[in-house]
T-cell receptor
């Protein structure tokens, strides 16, 4: 069965510093992978997605993620974080079902140090 | 274009009461979903629908019922609320295509407390 692991529950980085959020998945075939962001009191917003092709995916708000099949990872990166990036980030894997069901990781909360 | 709209945004219930959460989407999406979000557990799928008049169970369906009488609406019902159902509930929708794995679009959530 598919699963997603986000090993970091909470990360704090300084404003202007680089960021990497980790995501590992378990899936037998080439997965569909997503990163979502949730600001406080809001729903989830899609940051980026990987379906196939180039393993480095660009998303909104200056985020990117790299798919590494050998490591079963899909880590999210940003070269310089802004205070407005403070939020919770969810990695998710698609299930190849006919209903586009997604399995979410437990999330990583990002805090920004001024 | 409102996207996915959930009502109400907040609600407090007493144990044993019933209520219905409404989700409406104006994107003409075929697929709709209800999730619950609990601390440290991410989002878990309660029920979903692949089209008008159809519903299916997700990962944690017990204690909930759903209906999709109109394509744009997906209702989540709590028959007899229990404290364990205290959570934040999210509705989402998605288009249907050949891949079966298009991104989902989310509402802003309903915060439900059961006393």
């Amino acid at each position: 069965a598919q699963s997603v692991t986000q090993p970091d529950i909470h990360i704090t980085v300084s404003e202007g510093a680089s960021l990497e959020l980790r995501c590992n998945y378990s899936y037998g075939a080439t997965p569909y992978l997503f990163w979502y962001v949730q600001s406080p009191g809001q729903g989830l917003q899609l940051l980026l997605k990987y379906f196939s092709g180039d393993t480095l995916v660009q998303g909104i708000k200056g985020f990117e993620a790299e798919f590494k099949r050998s490591q079963s990872s899909f880590n999210l990166r940003k070269p310089s974080v802004h205070w407005s990036d403070a939020a919770e980030y969810f990695c998710a894997v698609g299930t190849y079902s006919s209903a586009s069901k997604i399995i979410f990781g437990s999330g990583t909360r990002l805090s920004i140090r001024p | 274009n409102a996207g996915v709209t959930q009502t109400p945004k907040f609600r407090v219930l007493k144990t044993g009461q019933s209520m219905t959460l409404l989700c409406a989407q104006d994107m003409n999406h075929e697929y709709m979903y209800w999730y619950r979000q609990d601390p440290g557990m991410g989002l878990r799928l309660i029920h979903y629908s692949v089209g008008e008049g159809t519903t299916a169970k997700g990962e944690v369906p017990d204690g909930y019922n759903v209906s999709r009488l109109k394509k744009q609406n997906f209702l989540l019902g709590l028959e007899s609320a229990a404290p364990s159902q205290t959570s934040v509930y999210f509705c989402a929708s998605s288009i249907r295509d050949g891949s079966g794995n298009q991104p989902q679009h989310f509402g802003d959530g309903t915060r439900l407390s059961i006393l």
